[in-house]
């Protein structure tokens, strides 16, 4: 059985800063499989954002193929790349991301609706995943009145709600103390092993690397160990 | 389910949100304000002009011109039997013919105005004039205008010495007394007018029957011996006027709604730039551009019809109340301008409704321009915040 999720052939992306060039990943060739958890680590402007960026469809390589089983990302138009994020990716952001004027279920239900889900259908799995993330009590709170902790739960329940293949998780712990820290990475271990979402994480958090199967090193744009 | 979203994220905003409607509802209000403001100067001086001089015309002797008056005696002509037996409220007899007055022993050019003093079509406070019982073998009842009496230095109850030539080119003298200062309202017979009744008049100059014009309340076809002067024609100089104003006006308008833009686009702008990220989180979440683009549109249209709704709450008991006292505008009835004291706002439907519809048109579009834009964009670049600057 193919048990190839993310595939990346020669992937290289360049950013324009101001008039200069600046190469943030260089020749990258790497396969992710279903399930997997992962990291991507390195020093700041090594290119794991960039990265998981372009795995996320979030934005596209200046060159080289980028296959999600193996449908050519690259060649997908704006649409598609939406409804390929809609339907497959879960994203985890270092500063959460949540939509402020939502309470914590509207929060979580919301990629549900724009799978086109009715609430009232959707209810159930909210409240599951909101008590697997031990919300349960902070339901109707929005994320001004919640800890950076909390925070962070709920962009996870979020992420994990619509059941995606692929989880990106940015740097998901820098804002947070180790107590926080350690109860995240506990947190979608569990998640990992339950719902069978590949989980990849960008991070130079060390603790992250005690929780992961993968790692994959990056330094000045390029792979320089996987292990 | 976009409209559910635009709402929830519209009315949860709260103080940002408010804010933005309350900007651009005061917006909104000065300027319907300093519209019909102008609008009700122009309305008030019109009206003016048209009830105390004007009416609905004048049937003229032919070549009379009020601004040629060494010719105003060469210009009278007999009254038709059938006009004079209009109502007193259709016509107004007017003799006009030029004179000296002599106050504290100056000379003063005059224009002796006489006017039936039974009509009630154009509205002047001449009741004095009527009520005055006196034999004019003895005195000559006169009226004189407020800004005139300034002028002049005349007060009710002077005596002074009015010259003037009769029908037949001789001089005559007499005296005549201020029996009252009347509140003209329009300039034009005030300055250098000396009122007297039409009937003391012609017995002054041996003009029997005679007038410089009838003032009419409406147009009563061609008469014999008569030019008619249309109510355009009469005030000609003051529609130009109120022309080169309109264009002021519209001056005046697009600079308003020029600051009602820069202050809806900026207010807007503010707002979308600081929910960049959240845009990038939405586009993150799979929406797509479009979707994104039309619930933020339908934000900008949720503020503008609130934006309308409380300039309509706030403006309207201000505008009604407005409406009441009115504008003061005193230190201008010193000025040529026929306007009373105070100016009442004049409020036109048709131009305050298409000034709303082009400032809610405009939150819509500066709602929908910068987000329209975000999503042209990578969705990291938005997440970044870095879309817009």
């Known amino acids: 059985m193919n048990n190839k999720l993310i595939s990346l052939k020669g992937i290289s992306k360049v950013f324009k800063v101001g008039d200069e060039d600046f190469t943030a990943l260089i020749d990258v060739n790497l396969e992710i499989d279903s399930g997997a958890f992962m990291s991507f680590v390195g020093p700041s402007g090594s290119g794991k954002t960039t990265l998981l960026n372009l795995i996320g469809g979030l934005d596209i390589p200046t060159t080289g193929d980028l296959f999600f089983k193996n449908i050519k990302l690259s060649s997908m138009t704006r649409n598609q790349m939406a409804q390929y994020r809609r339907e497959n990716i879960g994203f985890i952001f270092q500063t959460y991301n949540l939509l402020p004027v939502y309470s914590v279920y509207e929060n979580v239900l919301f990629p549900l609706l724009l799978n086109g889900s009715k609430e009232k259908d959707a209810q159930d799995r909210v409240m599951d995943i909101v008590n697997k993330v031990g919300l349960s009590d902070q339901i109707k709170k929005r994320p001004s009145q919640l800890s950076g902790g909390q925070c962070q739960r709920v962009a996870i329940a979020r992420a994990l709600v619509k059941d995606p293949v692929l989880i990106l998780a940015d740097e998901p712990t820098a804002n947070l103390d180790s107590k926080n820290s350690i109860q995240i990475l506990e947190l979608m271990s569990d998640l990992n092993k339950q719902y069978k979402a590949a989980v990849v994480f960008s991070t130079h958090d060390e603790k992250v690397t005690r929780y992961v199967r993968r790692e994959v090193g990056l330094e000045d744009g390029k792979i320089i160990s996987d292990k | 389910m976009n409209w559910s979203i635009a709402k929830k994220n519209f009315s949860r905003q709260g103080l940002r949100a408010s804010l933005n409607v309350l900007v651009t509802a005061l917006s909104i209000i000065a300027l319907v304000f300093m519209l019909s403001l102008l609008n009700g100067f122009q309305a008030q001086a019109t009206r003016n002009v048209v009830s105390t001089d004007v009416a609905g015309g004048h049937y003229r002797a032919p070549g009379f011109d009020i601004l040629s008056p060494t010719e105003w005696e060469d210009h009278t002509v007999t009254i038709p039997k059938f006009i004079r037996q209009l109502d007193n409220n259709d016509k107004a007899e007017v003799l006009v013919l030029q004179g000296q007055l002599y106050p504290n022993r100056r000379l003063y050019p005059v224009q002796i105005r006489g006017i039936s003093i039974d009509q009630s079509l154009l509205k002047l ?172 549109t339908l934000e900008g249209a949720l503020a503008a019809i609130w934006a309308l709704v409380v300039s309509l709450l706030i403006g309207l008991p201000f505008f009604i109340w407005f409406q009441g006292i009115g504008f003061d505008v005193s230190h201008l009835s010193e000025s040529t301008l026929p306007i009373r004291e105070t100016i009442y706002p004049d409020y036109q439907p048709m131009e305050i409704i298409y000034s709303l519809v082009i400032v809610f048109f405009l939150i819509v579009a500066s709602s929908w321009f910068p987000v329209k834009k975000i999503t042209r964009l990578d969705p990291t670049m938005a997440l970044r915040g870095r879309a817009i600057k």
Not at chain 2, 256 to 273: E, P
Not at chain 2, 275 to 290: C, F, H, Y
């Open chain 2, 125 to 296: 406070p001449l009741n004095s004039l009527k009520n005055f019982s006196k034999n004019i073998d003895d005195i000559i009842p006169a009226v004189v205008g407020v800004k005139m009496a300034k002028k002049a230095h005349l007060k009710k109850g002077d005596t002074l010495t009015l010259k003037w030539r009769d029908k037949s080119g001789a001089v005559d003298a007499k005296d005549i007394l201020i029996v009252d200062i009347g509140d003209m309202l329009n300039p034009r017979i005030d300055e250098g007018v000396v009122w007297l009744r039409l009937d003391h008049l012609r017995f002054m100059t041996d003009r029997k029957d005679q007038v410089s014009w009838i003032a009419v309340q409406n147009y009563i076809g061609p008469v014999s011996g008569f030019e008619f002067q249309s109510i355009e024609f009469l005030m000609a100089d003051l529609l130009a006027l109120w022309r080169q104003d309109r264009i002021n006006s519209k001056i005046l308008w697009a600079i308003l709604m020029t600051l009602v833009c820069i202050s809806v686009f900026n207010t807007q702008m503010l707002n979308i730039f600081k929910r960049q990220k959240e845009i990038g989180t939405l586009m993150a979440l799979g929406m797509d551009s479009n979707r994104i683009v039309r619930i933020f």
